[in-house]
């Protein structure tokens, strides 16, 4: 006997994927089809807006993705990338699985963690992004790492960051070349230094920084923090900070929120010396006249930490073609380039330059006469960054410590 509606019994597995959301992944190797998804979407994307040169890059993203692909990107602006996680786990925990508001993140760390672990991540995308092979991960392992964690795919990456202290060449003759002369240069020079309050991020990797510099016990740091002894490995940290504190700005009793109002109490003189996570940062403040003229760049001898960012999209994206072509584009000659101008960001590109063509690779050339640049080479000795558990740690116990909840 012939079966009654063979078309719709046919389409019934189709009909049955949409109603659960599983149809709603499309297949990240076929990029056509990616691309013809996501045209019309509007892609929710939630990064940090801590930073009005970061904000104005990812306006220019979004004109540029709307004119090139049909897709309205919109920034929304979070103050910690957590805020955005803890949305999409609450999703996930009201079984939300095909609609969430959170179509891509602006992610590393200890959050690419929590959501790999939850598993609360869309992928593997990553390595199908036609423009994520001029990264050349395997000459560029940091592409394809995050905080000792394989991305697996799960995270496309689209800039770099490290440690660069600056300073006011007019009061600072001679910079402090590591941890310990820091100390005696700000007891020497008390109030002109200071670190952005934890937990935020720029303020929480000094800490990572000095502790890499002070314990004995380095291997420790690149396994889950459980693994280790913590009071006992971080104790010189501790003593180390309460020598510090008395002598910072203000005396240690208040601390700047973030990075950018860090750099802004140097623009304004009440510091002589402060550091950035973004190494062209210094430069393209004195390109804004935000900083003086006589700013200097520079990375201590024994190297600072340094890190890759990522953009990842969740596992109940209703919008991850739109998302992927976002990604994708992030990662082609033309965004990174703009992204490393200075009068743009002048965050670092994750492409491998020395392998483009000669006409993108003359796309990253760098205005070197800024007197606030680092010098040439100046980051080629990068600190890996520790266990993304070590991070939590450390801002709960600071914060313990230093603020008391």
Request: without cysteine; hydrophobic residues 40%.
């Amino acid at each position: 006997m012939r079966a009654p509606f063979p078309r719709l019994a046919a389409l019934l597995p189709a009909l049955l994927l949409t109603s659960t959301g599983l149809a709603a992944a499309p297949d990240p190797s076929d990029w056509e089809a990616v691309l013809d998804e996501a045209r019309g979407q509007t892609v929710y994307w939630y990064a940090w807006a801590g930073e009005q040169r970061t904000n104005d890059y990812i306006d220019w993203v979004a004109g540029r993705v709307e004119e090139q692909f049909d897709i309205e990107l919109t920034h929304v602006k979070v103050g910690d990338t957590a805020e955005a996680v803890s949305r999409v786990l609450a999703e996930k925990q009201a079984d939300n699985h095909d609609d969430g508001n959170v179509d891509l993140i602006w992610i590393n760390g200890e959050n690419f963690a929590t959501m790999k672990a939850n598993d609360l991540l869309f992928g593997p995308f990553a390595e199908a992004l036609p423009n994520f092979a001029l990264t050349h991960p395997e000459h560029n392992p940091e592409v394809v790492t995050d905080f000792t964690l394989p991305t697996e795919g799960y995270e496309s990456p689209w800039g770099r960051a490290q440690i660069t202290f600056y300073y006011d060449s007019d009061e600072v003759a001679a910079p402090p070349q590591d941890i310990q002369a820091l100390l005696e240069w700000a007891e020497a020079n008390p109030g002109r230094f200071t670190y952005p309050r934890i937990p935020d991020f720029t303020g929480s990797t000094f800490l990572k920084q000095a502790l890499i510099a002070l314990t004995d016990e380095d291997d420790a740091l690149y396994a889950p923090v459980d693994e280790s002894d913590f009071a006992a490995i971080t104790a010189p940290l501790w003593e180390y900070l309460d020598a510090l504190h008395p002598h910072l700005w203000r005396s240690g009793r208040q601390f700047p929120a973030t990075g950018p109002e860090m750099r802004s109490l140097m623009g304004d003189g009440e510091l002589a010396m402060a550091f950035t996570f973004t190494p062209s940062e210094p430069a393209a403040a004195v390109a804004d006249f935000e900083l003086p003229p006589s700013t200097r760049s520079y990375v201590p001898q024994d190297g600072t930490l340094g890190n890759v960012h990522f953009v990842a999209i969740p596992f109940n994206s209703p919008h991850k073609a739109g998302a992927m072509v976002v990604a994708d584009f992030l990662l082609s000659p033309e965004a990174q380039a703009h992204k490393q101008d200075l009068a743009v960001w002048g965050d670092r590109t994750v492409l491998d330059v020395a392998r483009l063509d000669d006409d993108s690779r003359a796309l990253f050339t760098l205005d070197e006469s800024n007197p606030a640049m680092l010098p040439a080479g100046a980051l080629q000795q990068t600190l890996p960054e520790p266990h993304p558990s070590w991070m939590t740690a450390l801002q709960d116990a600071w914060q313990a410590r230093y603020i008391g909840n």
